[in-house]
């Protein structure tokens, strides 16, 4: 007869369903390959805060009026950058040239936070949309729960500000 293990008073069981697939982190690094910067179904929209715009207004000495105006659009009652011309509806972003982002140092926070979105940040979406066509994923530094779990809560209703 085998004997349960007592369990600490006051203590709740963890589900396993409740241990996140990266709960021992996940290796990833930049490798410049642009392939994130090129619309697959949904995720086609690159999204601005506030902050993002006056970023790349900056970036581009612009005014933010001017900034909005020329290079974003609205969907959903939310700031994005329009896509580049010709390629409605899921093309590559208009900053990518030569598979490199020009604007990488003013870059959207979207952009910043790749690939670590709430959205993506289970198993089986990171292994069939994550890392069946990122070069980066399994390569570079391993971030650890904390950083990712960080990053994700960071995303969390930020396109309010």
Excluded at 5 to 19: C, F, L, T
Excluded at 92 to 120: G, H, I, M, N
Aim: glycine fraction near 10%; include cysteine.
């Amino acid at each position: 007869m085998t004997q349960k293990k007592p369990q600490a008073k006051n203590s709740v069981p963890i589900k396993k369903s409740s241990i996140p697939f990266y709960k021992d982190g996940l290796q990833f690094e930049c490798q410049g390959s642009g392939k994130c910067c090129t619309s697959r179904g949904g995720y086609g929209y690159v999204y601005l805060t506030l902050k993002d715009r006056k970023r790349m207004a900056a970036h581009f000495e612009l005014t933010l009026t001017e900034f909005t105006k020329q290079y974003c659009g609205k969907h959903n009652g939310h700031f994005m950058l329009k896509e580049r011309s010709g390629h409605e509806g899921g093309g590559d972003c208009r900053f990518l040239k030569e598979k490199r982002c020009s604007v990488y140092e003013a870059r959207p926070e979207q952009c910043r936070t790749w690939p670590f979105w709430p959205e993506v940040l289970n198993a089986k979406t990171w292994s069939q949309e994550v890392a069946s066509f990122c070069p980066g994923v399994g390569k570079g530094k391993v971030h650890s729960y904390e950083e990712i779990k960080a990053v994700a809560d960071s995303l969390k209703g930020w396109l309010k500000d």
